[in-house]
Each structure stands twice: as C-alpha cells, then as structure tokens.
C-alpha cells in the first residue's frame, strides 16, 4: 500500500496548497460563461420612474437635530433593463457557501482523480493484499454529498413561512413509500440482486452465530437492513427534491434558448433522460460507462449563461435601495446553492457507480475483472475460530481476525454489488421523479 498512501498524502497536499491559486470549482462560476446583473443607480430609477433626481448633499428634513434623506419611492414595474457583469472570484467570495461548495467541488475532483489512479495502478500490478485507496475516496466523497444535502435542506425547515419544509416533507413520505415499493417488488423484474446479496451475507453468517445461539438475529437483522435503507432513501429523495425541481426548470430553459440547435437540444434532453436507461443492465460494461458519460457531462453545462429575461411585475412602491437589494438577492445571491444543487447528485451519481464498479467487481471491459475470491477493495481474512471457554485471556490478534472474518462474510461483493446497485439506481430515479414533477409544476402551475 505504500504507492498508494504516498499518492493520497500528495492528493491531501495539492488539495490544500492548490486551492488557493487552481480550482475547478471556482473555475466553473467565474470561466466568464456566468453573468450576474448590476445594481441600478438612483439615477437611473429616477429616470425610469420619471422623477427628478435629488442634487447630492440636500437634507429634506431635520428631526431632532439629525438630518436624515428622505427616501426615493419608485414603481415596482418599471421598466428596468440590467446591465450584465461576468462573474469574477472577488464577486463569488462574498457569496454564502461558495467557500463549502470549493472545497466540495475540489475533493470530489481530487477523489475522482485518486480513484482513477488505483484502478490504473490495480490493472497493471494486480497486488492481491493491498486495500484499495480510491474506494475510501469515493466513500468519503459520498459522505460529503449527504452532509451538503442536509446542510442546504435544513435552512428550509428554518424558514418561517414553511411553504419549503411542507414540500419537503410530502416528497419524502411519498419516496418513503416508493422505497418500500422497490423492494417488495420480486428481484426478477428490477434485477438490482440485493436479495442475492442478502441471501449470501446470510449463509456466510450461520456457521459464526450458531455456535453461540444467535442464528435468531438474522431474520431480525435483515428486517432491520430493509428499514434503515427505507429511510435512507426516504432522507435522499428529501434532500434531492428541491435540485430536481431546479434541474427541470434548468432543462426547460435550455431547451428554450437552444430552439434553433436540434442537435443541443437533444443532447440536453438525452443527458437529462438517459441515467434510468444506463441502470437496465448495471452490470455490463457499457452501462457503467454510460452512467460515468452522462455524470461528467453534465458538470458541463453548469457553465452555461444564465438569464433573467423577467423580473416579475407587481403593484406599488420600493424604495431604490430595497430595489437594489431585491434584484441582488433573487438573481445572483443564490449561485453558490444552486451549483450546490446542480452538481450534488451529479457527483453523488457518479462516486456510486465507481463504487458499484470496484466493491461490485465489475469490469469496464478495458482489462479481465477481478476474481470473486480476491478482491482487490475487501482484502480476504482468515476463517473464524470457534469461541475459547477463556474469554478474558483471548489474543488481540485473534480478536482482531475474528472481526475481519466477520465484516468479510457481511461485505461480500454480491452484497455490496447489489447494495450499490440500488443505491445508484434510486438517485437517478428521485432525480426523474422530481424533475417530471418540475416540469409539470413550471409549465402549468406556475403559469396559473
């Protein structure tokens, strides 16, 4: 394993050194394909609103002994037509977590890279007792995803009109029953084999708890499995609700400024579509190259220019200040959480295909896959002894192989190629779910 923690240990360093100077996350926000609109002057307001513009240093009233400026009121439909700006990094400094979503973006780009040099270093050497490194990577990468997803889903509970955490909510009960649904289904229809999986931890289980009186707990355990991965599910359709509903409004967007360009539009229609159609066979090569195609497509056309052609039109007054403050606030403020949302399951989807790849013992067809009996991700350990009458006086080293034995019999790569699976599959499809309600929400609801 030295090869691989000395690439870890410099992946570590780079990320740290580097993200000051070369980053790819602020790369996408501020590559120049990104505008954020200017502030109005009071000038300007004053000319829309049809009014004259105060001379500066005019005091209009005295209270107190303290003069104060009287505040300048114009139309709220007015007809305001922004200047554009692109988006530099002193600008995005100051947005609300840009600096979460750097280093976010970075780690995954980071664990991506480690990853893709264990798979190159395992090709070529095949070291039989050596842990892969990348998978650690990946896992940490996957951990990242849910912490950000909790991160930006929790302000929606904070809010005080409640109208996000109701939206919330209802997704998540009713992905609580889809998750149920996926895995009362028999496995010959969706074909993910975690009830192989299970079926197998089950048998390599029995011959360890039945000499103690514990074979009893495996039914219990399985039960117990089902439900935590129901909640998982129900927690990730949750968190993936609101990015879905962003993702359908980004797609229908797209599409209307490609109107000329059939060829884009199909490509963006084919990238927002085609992740349910990678997951038939998640098992052959091309759908795991099919998955890692359309994943790091789609991190692309983040960069894309974004424009409001409509501020909306309301009745009454704002001060200009309040006016300056709304069009900031609701057009650019936001970047950072919108990328968050945009490239959150797009890293999520693809870190558990490479899971589903190496934990699986998949191949991507390039070179023969592993062998069942040696992984290259889960190191074999030796069998598992009977218990000694003298516990207090057993050997660590003995304690520690029985554990191994233990956690080997429960990761085995059918169950973990089946969990994965799953996993991979239920992403894309809370992203479907969510995005055909979007774009139900945004071409009729909205509009009534």
């Known amino acids: 394993m030295g090869v691989q923690v000395v690439v870890t240990l410099l992946a570590a ?53 303290v003069t104060e400026d009287k505040p300048l009121l114009v139309p709220c439909n007015i007809d305001l037509q922004l200047d554009t700006s692109p988006i530099t990094a002193v600008d ?62 929790r302000h929606y509970f904070s809010s005080e009109e409640g109208g996000e955490r109701s939206v919330c909510l209802s997704f998540a009960f009713l992905f609580l029953l889809l998750a149920m649904l996926a895995l009362v289904v028999r496995e010959e ?37 089902k439900l935590s991965l129901v909640a ?54 091309w759908g795991l190259w099919g998955l890692c195609g359309i994943s790091l497509g789609s991190v692309g056309s983040l960069g894309s220019p974004g424009w409001v052609t409509d501020c909306g039109v309301c009745v009454g007054s704002l001060g200009s200040v309040t006016h300056r403050e709304a069009v900031g606030a609701l057009i650019y403020c936001y970047v950072s959480v919108v990328s968050l949302q945009y490239l959150g399951p797009v890293i999520l989807s693809l870190h558990c295909t490479l899971l589903l790849k190496t934990l699986g013992h998949l191949s991507w067809g390039l070179y023969p896959a592993a062998s069942p009996a040696v992984s290259p991700a889960v190191s074999p350990a030796p069998p598992v002894s009977p218990p000694r009458p003298g516990g207090d006086s057993e050997d660590v080293q003995e304690v520690v192989a029985e554990l191994s034995g233990v956690l080997s019999s429960i990761l085995t790569p059918l169950f973990l190629r089946g969990l994965f699976s799953f996993l991979t599959w239920w992403v894309a499809a809370c992203q479907v779910v969510t995005s055909l309600f979007g774009l139900y929400f945004h071409q009729y609801l909205a509009a009534s």
């Not at 395992?122 to 990577?137: D, H, Q, Y």
């Not at 079926?199 to 499995?225: C, M, Q």
């Open 92 to 153: 995005a400094l100051v947005l609300r977590y840009f600096l979460e979503y750097q280093w976010f973006v970075d780690f995954s780009v980071y664990a991506s890279a480690v990853y893709a040099f264990s798979e190159g270093y395992f090709c070529l050497l095949g070291p039989a007792r050596e842990t892969n490194l990348g998978v650690l990577w990946c896992l940490l990468t996957v951990f990242f995803c849910l912490k950000v997803f909790f991160t930006v889903m």
């Open 232 to 285: 998982l599910c129900s927690f990730l359709g949750a968190c993936l609700t609101f990015p879905g509903l962003r993702l359908a409004q980004t797609h229908l967007d797209a599409l209307k400024m490609a109107q000329d360009k059939p060829l884009t539009q199909l490509g963006d229609t084919w990238g927002h579509w085609g992740k349910l159609g990678a997951l038939e066979t998640p098992g052959e090569n």
């Open 13 to 65: 360093s780079l990320m740290q050194k580097m993200a000051p100077h070369c980053s790819f996350a602020r790369w996408l926000l501020c590559n120049g394909s990104l505008y954020r609109y200017k502030h109005p002057t009071d000038e300007e307001l004053c000319a829309l609103a049809g009014k004259q513009p105060r001379p500066k240093g005019r005091r209009d009233r005295r209270a107190n002994g």
């Open 189 to 225: 229809y969706l074909e993910f084999g975690l009830d192989a999986g299970l079926a197998a931890v089950s048998d390599n289980l029995e011959p360890i708890l039945k000499p103690r009186g514990w074979e009893w707990t495996l039914p219990v355990a399985r039960l117990a499995f």
